[in-house]
C-alpha cells in the first residue's frame, strides 16, 4: 500500500488512502499525517476497521488523552477515553450523546487548554434512500484569516476572546458542578497554528462572550461579524460520512457543526476520542 494525501475540492480536508489504521504509526507516516491534519484542518480515512483498542492507539499516537465532559455520562464500557456520540436508545436510554455539535465551534474551547484535535469513528451512519445524512461540516480558519481586510487584521492583533462554558446553558445540559470547574478563559483571537505557523481566526459565536477591553456592544457585533465570515460557504467543507470513516479534526484550522438532519429510527453511531494540544492556544 502507498500513501495517498488528496485535497478535497473544498477548503478544508483531505483523504488519506493506502493506511492501515490498525497498524502502528510510524515516525514518517505520523509527521505526514500531523503536517496534513494541521494543513488541511481534517484528514480522513475510509473502510478502516477498528477496534476501541485501535483507535486508542490512533488516538495516543497524536497526544495524551484530553476527554471532555460528556463523557463522564457517556463513556464506552471499558473505555473512559472514547465518548459514544449516537441518537441511539437502548432500553428507554440514550446510549450516547445526542444532538452534539448542533452549532459551529471549537471543541472545548472552554477551557484553558483545549484539545489538539478530535477523532470520530463512524460505526453507524443513518442514510434515507441511499442517501447518507447526519454530515459534519467544517470552515477553514486559516482560509477565512487569510481573506480578511488587512484593517480588520490589523485591528485584532494582539487582541484576547472571552470564552465562558455557562454560555452553553442554552445549548448542552450541563450541570453546576461542571460549569464551577470551567470559570472563562481568554484565547488570542488570531492563533498560530502549532505545527503549520498558519495564522487562524478562534472565535465562535454561541462560545465566544466577549474581547478583553472592548465595550460589550460593540464586541457582540465584532464576534457576529467574525463568526459569520468564518461559516461562509467557501470556507466550508461538509464530510458525508461512511461507515468505517476514521475523521480527525484540528480544532485550531477548524470549527465544525453537526448537521441533524435525521432521526430514529435511522441510527448514528460514532466513537469519539480527543487529544491534547502542547499547551495553551497562542
Ligand atoms: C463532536 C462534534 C459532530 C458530529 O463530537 O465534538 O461536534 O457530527 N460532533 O457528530
Ligand atoms: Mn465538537
Redesign the pocket.
Known amino acids: 500500500m502507498s500513501l495517498e494525501i488528496t485535497a478535497t475540492d473544498a477548503a478544508a480536508g483531505a483523504e488519506v488512502k493506502g493506511v492501515d489504521l490498525r497498524e502502528p504509526i510510524g515516525d514518517n507516516l505520523f509527521a505526514t499525517l500531523d503536517r496534513a491534519l494541521g494543513e488541511y484542518g481534517n484528514i480522513y480515512s475510509r473502510d478502516q476497521e477498528l477496534t476501541p483498542d485501535q483507535q486508542m492507539a490512533v488516538t495516543l499516537r497524536f497526544g495524551e488523552l484530553d476527554p ?1 465532559v460528556f463523557g463522564e455520562t457517556h463513556g464506552l464500557d471499558g473505555y473512559p477515553g472514547i ?1 459514544v ?1 449516537s441518537n441511539v436508545e437502548e432500553d428507554g436510554h440514550q446510549i450516547g ?1 445526542k444532538g ?2 448542533n452549532n459551529w ?1 471549537s ?1 472545548m474551547c472552554y477551557d484553558a487548554t483545549p484539545p489538539r484535535g ?1 477523532i ?1 469513528y463512524a460505526h453507524e451512519v443513518p442514510e434515507k434512500n441511499g442517501l447518507p445524512l ?3 461540516c467544517f470552515a477553514a480558519t486559516n482560509k477565512a484569516y487569510d481573506a480578511l481586510p488587512t484593517e480588520m487584521k490589523e485591528a485584532l492583533k494582539g487582541k484576547r476572546a472571552v470564552f465562558d462554558f455557562a454560555a452553553r446553558k442554552h445549548l448542552n445540559p450541563i450541570t453546576q458542578e461542571q460549569i464551577d470547574r470551567f470559570p472563562a478563559v481568554s484565547h488570542p483571537v488570531i492563533r498560530t497554528h502549532p505545527v503549520t505557523g498558519e495564522k487562524c481566526l478562534y472565535i465562535m459565536r454561541d462560545d465566544t462572550t466577549g474581547i478583553e477591553g472592548m465595550e460589550q456592544d460593540e464586541a457582540d457585533l465584532m464576534i457576529a461579524a467574525l463568526a459569520d465570515h468564518i461559516t461562509r460557504p467557501e470556507f466550508i467543507y461538509r464530510h458525508q460520512w461512511q461507515s468505517g470513516d476514521l475523521l480527525i479534526w484540528d480544532n485550531c484550522t477548524v470549527q ?4 441533524q438532519d435525521y432521526a430514529l429510527p435511522h441510527r ?1 453511531l ?1 466513537h ?1 476520542t ?1 487529544f491534547a494540544a502542547n499547551g495553551a492556544p497562542a
Do not use: F, K, S
Open positions: 471532555n465518548v456520540i450523546v452534539a455539535g465551534h471543541d478530535t470520530l447526519g454530515d459534519t465544525h457543526r453537526a448537521i448514528r460514532m469519539r480527543t
